[in-house]
């Protein structure tokens, strides 16, 4: 039985193979196709042979009959499963082939699921629904079954099971099969998935061998021998594999991955030359080898002459006896002419696409063609009409065999015109793919739906079905677009259908010609083609960069369990996107880009489509050859439009008032709404002479600025109506002129705030005559605002902006502005819910209002809070440079305004220290830090808030500096200030506790600060949920704390969930995330997995040294770590040498940031003799050795006492051993492993080797047989 985790795993392409090569040995093989709702397996046979009649009966049917016959009292249904599962008149016999005679030598016989009339997916649903799976009914049919199919006379009987770990394919494989073949891609998912299945196999049938296949293996996949060595030892359990030679079995369990043939429905014998030694055919071989105990030799070559008369065969039978078809359809249905097209084309029939615009030659029209016409409500008026007619003129009677015959094909809604030839009619707009392929394909080929039901994979997407999982954040189309189809075509011409090696498409232009509307349809007509759709703002870098970082979050969300296949900052997202995975077709809309040289290394140019547009010139020789020139409307395009939206003006007139807008589209559209009102409709010639005439008296009132003059122009104008009728969308209009052109969110200008605004504007609004619905409105009509329903957002353009802020009447411009400013802050959260995550939205729409609305200039308080707490959410998610850039102008500026004892100051003081601390600058953060805390203490008081705050990051400052025994005390009474105001379950209170576990640990008390973390751990799961970072750190922290009491199993289960949860919180680029995972690397070197612990550090530090750089303090510890993997990887010959190398440089980085006498210093510095020493280098590592443990020792905040200077003391006497020095060293290991003992008690790891070091010396000094030495790695205590 063949069966494999999920689809698309070549399951049913494996068992194709092998059937084939079984038969053409002379063997004789059944296929059994249970895959009942989507069987596949006929595909690949059915093009190749003569069936003898189509079965009408099959396993849906002996299911349904045996359902229906048990249910009768009395029957016996042991009995009417052994009737019922009879195999005459069901199986198929495919015939030899006649065209290459004694191909294949033995016989293929087929049982499926049975004849595919109407009733079959009703039949299924009935067994489904009556869960015949779990009835004891199936067991019967499946015994009596294999009864039959052993006495079927076959030699082999392959079957094929639907995907997945349902109950019908597990009783199948316990039940019916001699043995399991388990096909799965090299996918963590797949294989993760793959064991469970294996594993219940296992349970439930032993005797049942599995054999685990591995198919569509990618040699050129990145750590390919890593990937293939993790699935063999996930399936050591369920495998018998020599141990001293994996490659027995795995060697013929593997089928690698031709892109060329990977997804057609063909055996490899007829797809390639069959004697290459890494052919498919080949891996097949093997692989049937390993299946029948070699039972099976070597298949039967076909000859090169052979193999091109059966490609030349399938090819003739695939097409049937049509050849071409002209395939005609309006533009605006280009996304159904190109489905249409590559379905036809994938079975040979050639595809003539005539072009449809007035310069188009005369259509032409092959012999023996159909003319195929796609019939949507587009239809109507199109020039394709056009074009179907001439065709029909030109074509010549061919008896109804010619282009005289005509399919219809209903795409969309709407009837065919009434002038439409007589014609064949199909109807595809509501069946769904596989169907509507099947249904088109027969009226070219009747027997095509017996060979074929899937298309071509990098085709087009099917348009007829939508897409619930895509990801589609673009904004919605303009209902009344009109013209651009030339653009439209080209633009879909240069992005074609697949997504390998499509460079960027950059739409260039003035502003107001529309290259945003272009695109916007282009993404309405083409979406079908695409799993993620994704519109960046792209006038500013911060604004691609932070968009690229959401979209990061909403991929993950597609693999929440696959850690190799997450993304997290821009860098991972584009690789993410190349990758195709998690989504293959993908299109990135980088709208009104900037230059392009800040954009370049933001977009992706290699795989996937992109579309720019931008009005900077620059794209046009930036190395993009595809870029596009977006002008004015051309006058054809200009009286379409008029057509459409006015008809009753001539098109003369309508050219003349094209001309006064400069044929810009935008102005077109916001003239025609002003005609387009109820009293201007009767005269159109004399409406547009009103509307003229109001230009030119506006004219001379227009300044130049921003956006065109005709923008600027005909936004004054559409304005007037505004001023004079509509209070409240004038109030409406003026605030947003003071922010962000685009992406202004709807719940903010419905917001309590906004709502007073409008009702002091006009009262009608705030006695409920009026609503939001209505204000805003009035400034869409007029397209001064553009609202997106479905992203709920607003824009304007910004040369409307300026206009309206050059009509505000100079008295109350600053009313205006400074309402913008308050109706932000009025928007952020309050204070308390400051750090709440449900509010980081608004944080995120709020980082792009503060430029334009000016708020950093702003003296109000609560403009201010809300700066203060927006530098806290980019603090919050480690977006230091964002806070920096924020946060340090404003301190400078409020500190000169208000004083430096201004209590908003001295808040936001606080959190820049926050974000000095968290990027390594200790000193920085010390220094405003402290500062802040005195002025807190005389402004606030010891026991406000924002003052505990502040002590909250002072300890981390102290111990930054060395100074542990005053960090200690510090947070001990930071925690008790915290417990009296707030509680012990305050969030506040835990995270207090946790900083004094960190203080208890760098002071050396391990035990006390593992009691402090467990509890202050287990209260945060409680209070802030699993799905809160602070629960997670506080488990890295306690696990960390578990470790250094020896408790190294329970800490690596502990450190790898925190790990784990931290990615999936924070991000795998937090530094948070990182030191977990370096944490981890060293509780796995301390359980003995040097290697994986090696591998893990490596690939961390490159992490954290290029997001924080090489002197943050974690990326010094990880140095550190790296040096001790080294040390403790036995494959490495020069494995101290190198450890001393790296622990050198730490040295360095450690003093060059915290000086020489500093505690981290010292303990870098005994690492290094520790691996100077086991390196040889004897004086270096003495010398080293005395520098640390003396300076531990003398420096009054640690002491000779604390366990990092036992640790020294252990490293020194080991050089001191070396040196011969061993009167010296004993009197150093008695003294040291009593301490250790008093320490941590006998059975702590660093007790047991400070004795075994000592019994060592003790037997040196009196001569008897001794040991070996060992030294302790050391930990710089976490900050």
Known sequence: MFHSPRSESSCTTSLANIAWNIASTGRSVLLVDFHLRAPELREYFAPLFTLRGEPQHGIVDMITEIMAQTQVPGTDPAQVCRHGTELRHRVDRLSRWTVIPGVPEGEIGYLGPGGRDPEQRVLLQNIHNARFATSASARHFLRALRTHLLQSGFDYVLVD????????????????????????????????KAVGIAADLRAEAPDVPVHPVLTRVDQDLPDLAAHLDSAYARFAPYVEVPENDPWQYWGRAEIPYKATIAERRTLAAFLERTRMPNSLFHSYERLTSLLTDGDIPRGRHLTQEQTEQVQLVFEQIRHGTVTSVVLVADPRDRVWVDWVGAQLEWVGIRVVRPRTDPDAPPPHSPANSVVTVLVSAHLRGSPALNVLARLLERAPDNGGNGAHRVLGVTIGEGAPPDDFPEAEWLNLRIREERDARRALLARFDPAFDSRRSLGPEHGPRYPGEPNPERINNAPSGNPNFSGREGHLERIRDLLGQGMEDKPPVVLVGMQGSGKSEIVREFVRRFRSDYDLIRWISADRSEKVEASLTDLAVELNRRVPDDPDRRSEGPDDVLETLRRGRPVHRWLLVYDNAGPPGDLDALIPHDNGHVIVTSYHRDWETYGHRRCLQVGPFTEEEVVELFDDRYPELDAATALDLSRRLGHLPALLHRALE??????????????????????????????????????????????????????????????????????????????????????????????????????????????????????????????????????????????????????????????????????????????????????????????????????????RHSEFAVALRLGAPLLEGWTESFGERDQLRLRLATQLANVHRSRGEHRAADRLNSRTLDLQLDVLGEAHPFTLLTRRGMGADLRALGRFQEALVHDRKTY???????????????????????????????????????????????????????????????????????????????????????RRTVGELSSH????????AVTERLVGEPEQALRRIVRTRELHLNEYGEDHPRSLAMGLELAACLAACLAADDRFAQARRQAEACVDGYERTFGERHPFTLVARSNLAAYA??????????????????????????????PLTLGAAVNRANTLVAAGEITEAVAL???????????????????????????????????????????????????
């Open 161 to 192: 099971t639907a995907p997945g770990n349902g109950l019908l394919g597990r009783q199948c494989a316990t039940l019916l099969a001699d043995q399991v073949v388990l096909c799965l891609t090299l996918n963590q998912n797949a294989v993760t």
């Open 674 to 875: 002003w005609l387009n009102s109820a009293q201007r409709r009767d005269d159109g010639r004399r409406a547009v002479a009103e509307y003229v005439r109001l230009l030119d008296e506006r004219e001379p009132s227009v300044t130049q600025g921003e956006g065109s003059f005709e923008e600027r122009l005909s936004g004054s104008l559409a304005l007037d109506e505004i001023e004079g009728y509509h209070p409240a969308s004038l109030c409406l209009i003026r605030l947003v002129s003071h922010l962000a052109p685009d992406g202004i969110p709807e719940d903010l200008l419905r917001s309590p705030h906004a709502a007073a605004e409008y009702g002091d504007a006009d009262p009608r609004y705030r006695s409920g005559l009026i609503n939001f619905n209505h204000i805003h409105y009035q400034l869409t009509r007029v397209l001064l605002l553009n609202h997106d329903r479905h992203l709920k957002t607003f824009s304007v353009h910004p040369a409307v902006q300026a206009v309206v802020r050059d009509r505000i009447p100079e008295d109350e411009r600053p009313r205006f502005r400074e309402a913008a400013r308050l109706l932000l802050a009025a928007y952020a959260p309050h204070d308390e819910e400051a750090d709440d995550t449900r509010h980081d939205h608004r944080y995120e729409h709020l980082r792009w209002q503060i430029a334009p609305s000016g708020a950093d200039q702003s003296a109000h308080d609560e403009v201010r809070r809300w700066l203060v707490n927006q530098v806290r959410y980019h603090y």
């Open 976 to 1062: 008790d200030a915290y417990l009296d105001d707030r509680g012990p379950d305050h969030q506040h209170t835990l995270l207090a506790k946790h900083n004094l576990a960190l203080s208890l640990t760098a002071a050396g008390e391990y035990g006390p600060a593992l009691e402090s973390a467990a509890q202050a751990f287990r209260s945060a799961r409680e209070l802030l949920s699993q799905g809160h970072p602070h629960t997670w750190i506080l488990s890295s922290a306690a696990a960390t704390y578990r470790r250094r009491m020896g408790e190294y199993v329970i800490a690596q289960r502990q450190i790898q969930q925190a790990a784990h949860l931290l």
């Open 1073 to 1080: 995330t990182l030191h977990a995972r370096k944490e981890l």
């Open 1173 to 1202: 020493c086991r390196a040889g280098e004897v004086d270096h590592a003495v010398e080293q050795a005395r520098l640390a443990h003396e300076g531990l020792t003398e420096d009054d905040q640690v002491g000779p006492l604390h």
């Open 1229 to 1279: 290991d008695v003294r040291t492993q009593e301490a250790l003992r008093e320490c941590f008690g006998p059975q702590h790891p660093h007790t047991e080797i400070a004795f075994a070091n000592y019994l060592n010396s003790s037997a040196r000094h009196t001569g008897d047989p001794f040991s070996a030495r060992a030294h302790i790695d050391l930990e710089v205590p976490e900050i």
